[in-house]
């Protein structure tokens, strides 16, 4: 099966801060999920790196992306503030802006690979 390349983006915001897909599609998932345990389990991830990568993105940016509330079950829960939503918007933004002028470059650097990808198995 033949899969289309994709173009993965991470922004080198400064020394030791980025921005890539798994720190865009946590705060996609906080949005849709409203809850930072939620957003982490349904990546696979638990809910301390979920939190710990919350609190880096809070820190990269001048005000905070994601604010939670504790609580219990019903009472607790996180959102992207209105920062959050445009550097998830603006990220996004870029990757379709990639995907939409590199797609001939993308397209030939395909066709240099084998079809099935390489054989990354260990030697025999």
């Known amino acids: 099966m033949s899969r289309r ?13 980025a921005l ?4 865009a ?4 998932a906080i949005a849709e999920y409203g809850s ?18 919350v609190d880096e993105l809070n820190r990269y940016f ?11 079950a019903g009472r607790g829960g996180a959102h992207l503030t209105s920062v959050g939503r445009e550097v998830l ?10 995907t939409k002028y590199c797609g001939a470059e993308v397209e030939r650097l395909r066709r240099l690979a084998p079809p099935e990808g390489p054989d990354i198995s260990a030697p025999k």
């Open 5 to 17: 390349p994709i173009i993965r983006i991470r922004v080198v915001l400064h020394e030791g801060a």
């Open 20 to 23: 890539g897909p798994g720190k």
């Open 25 to 28: 599609d946590l705060l996609a």
């Open 36 to 53: 930072i345990a939620a957003a982490g389990r349904s990546m696979g991830m638990s809910y301390q790196r979920a939190w710990s990568l």
């Open 62 to 72: 001048r005000s905070p992306v994601v604010e939670a509330t504790r609580g219990g």
């Open 89 to 98: 918007a603006t990220y996004r933004s870029i990757e379709q802006k990639a």
